[in-house]
């Protein structure tokens, strides 16, 4: 079955800062990645996600990035706010909308004022 | 607001005892997805239901059932429940009736804590 890895489990960084979050997955068949963003106490909230035939995405200050070839995708955010402190969980799964998302274990990002 | 409600937010139940999930997809969802969020775990898909029928079976336990009914609302129901049941559990909804989505849109889930 497939397994996503992702790192790091942790990221610090001071406000106006980027944060790059990496992730990759083992069953070349998954066609879909979505990130979600969960803050304290809420329910993971889809931030951004992209198809495996396209290599970039972006919306505003988030980009995902996709290496279907390495079998690996990123989530970038540039101008990092205090706002954006939460944990974020990439995921991966085919895109039939009958499959279950595969997680990443979670990256809780801090930013700093 | 994603648009998915669960109730109830919180839950506090002693070993051995079950409890019963409930959650409204988005309206026009026609699938439902069951996850499990705990700290040792992660999130862990548990079972899908699209219109009733289960589709999908991923890491939920024999205690553990659930089932999708006509208005397309769902229920996890949970027994013989142990402490290591003790966990943030999410429902998440897609494939609307007239749009061919695929995104999950998660509702804010239940804190179950098994005393």
């Known amino acids: 079955g497939e397994n996503v890895e992702q790192h790091p489990s942790t990221l610090s960084v001071q406000e106006g800062d980027s944060a790059v979050i990496k992730c990759t997955y083992s069953d070349s068949a998954s066609n879909y990645f979505p990130w979600y963003k969960q803050e304290l106490g809420k329910g993971p909230q889809l931030i951004i996600d992209?198809?495996?035939?396209?290599g970039e995405k972006k919306d505003q200050r988030i980009a995902v990035t996709l290496n279907k070839t390495a079998k690996h995708f990123s989530l970038h955010i540039t101008e990092t706010q205090p706002e954006d402190s939460a944990v974020y969980f990439c995921a991966a799964s085919m895109r039939t909308g009958f499959q279950k998302l595969v997680f990443g274990t979670g990256t809780r990002l801090l930013v700093s004022p | 607001d994603s648009g998915v409600t669960q109730t109830p937010k919180h839950l506090i139940t002693a070993t051995g005892q079950r409890v019963t999930l409930r959650c409204s997809p988005r309206s026009g969802d026609l699938s439902v997805y069951w996850y499990q969020q705990s700290l040792d775990q992660g999130l862990q898909f548990l079972i899908q239901y699209y219109n009733g029928e289960e589709r999908a079976k991923g890491n939920i336990l024999e205690r553990f059932s659930a089932q999708q009914f006509p208005d397309l609302h769902s229920e996890l129901n949970l027994s013989s429940l142990e402490l290591g049941d003790s966990a943030l559990y999410f429902c998440?909804?897609?494939?609307?009736?007239?749009?061919?989505?695929?995104?999950?849109?998660f509702g804010p889930g239940t804190r179950l804590t098994v005393t």
């Open positions: 992209i198809r495996s035939n396209v």
């Open positions: 998440a909804s897609s494939v609307g009736r007239d749009r061919p989505t695929y995104e999950q849109y």
